[in-house]
């Protein structure tokens, strides 16, 4: 079933009542979730808000075209507003953002006009939980140009026994460059995006959720590292969020090919990508 939106919804109210509401969840693989699919219709960027975003995760400002990972804060407010709701039956509390796999078909005008929407795709187990599926897809009249598959884990007790994941043994990236990353990259992001977040904000509110300082947004690590890797106007980005970035701290990028990660000291690695090319 369809419901079309008639204007971004507010994430402020949306946070309150998702965290209102994740006591009373009892996350599982095989719970109901909403098949109701969100349809925002004649979305228009703002261009303000854009610069903001460009300018904290590092892409180029001023150019007619929306950076590759823009749509998802377009399409995050929805997603919000599906996983926040009762009929969702993951906690949102605690929910962690694992994956995202990104398509773009073309490249996106950002003086254009488009139909968002957004749908939960499924549960599934986990070997830490339960793991949720949302799909978003930007559409420019009929034409499906942009869409995004994101997964989000909620960790509880399971009797699922999941596979462990394979560990594929890949040669190491070369350095490329070493970032300093403030610490109010939190808020800057924050203000840009809209998910304010308090894990993301300031470290007295992190550590309410058992973080020694704020980290930061895991959809700003992978958009800075795609900013400093570029990406083809066809591609298909893959990114995989493997541990947070405690802010303020420092990170090493390292790219080879496609391929992109950022670590931390001690060679922690917090997020692993790549990048691939579309065929015309």
């Known amino acids: 079933m369809d419901l079309v939106l008639t204007a971004t919804p507010s994430l402020v109210p949306l946070l309150a009542r998702g965290a209102l509401l994740s006591p009373f969840k009892r996350p599982g693989p095989d719970a109901e979730f909403p098949r109701t699919r969100l349809v925002l219709p004649g979305l228009r960027v703002d261009l303000a808000r854009l610069a903001g975003y460009e ?145 993301h904000l300031h470290p007295l509110t992190a550590r309410l959720f058992g973080f020694p300082r704020a980290i930061a947004h895991g959809m700003w690590t992978v958009a800075r590292c795609l900013a400093a890797h570029g990406v083809p106007e066809r591609a298909r980005v893959t990114a995989e969020f493997r541990a947070p970035v405690l802010l303020p701290g420092t990170v090493t990028y390292a790219a080879e090919g496609g391929r992109f990660e950022l670590r931390g000291a001690e060679d922690r690695l917090h997020v692993a990508g790549e990048v691939y090319p579309l065929s015309s």
């Open 55 to 199: 300018r904290v995760c590092g892409f180029p400002t001023g150019a007619d075209a929306l950076p590759v990972t823009y749509p998802h804060v377009l399409g995050f407010p929805p997603a919000m507003r599906l996983m926040s709701g009762r009929d969702f039956p993951l906690p949102l509390l605690g929910l962690v953002h694992t994956s995202i796999t990104i398509t773009q078909h073309r490249a996106l005008a950002a003086t254009g006009t488009y139909e968002l929407s957004v749908r939960v795709d499924g549960l599934a187990p986990h070997r830490r939980g339960t793991e949720a599926a949302v799909v978003t897809e930007m559409r420019a009249g009929d034409e499906v140009v942009w869409e995004s598959r994101s997964t989000y884990l909620a960790r509880h007790r399971t009797r699922h026994q999941a596979p462990e994941p394979s560990l594929e043994v890949r040669k190491p990236l070369p350095d490329v460059a070493e970032w300093r990353i403030a610490g109010d990259v939190g808020r800057r992001y924050g203000a840009a995006s809209g998910d304010r977040n308090p894990i």
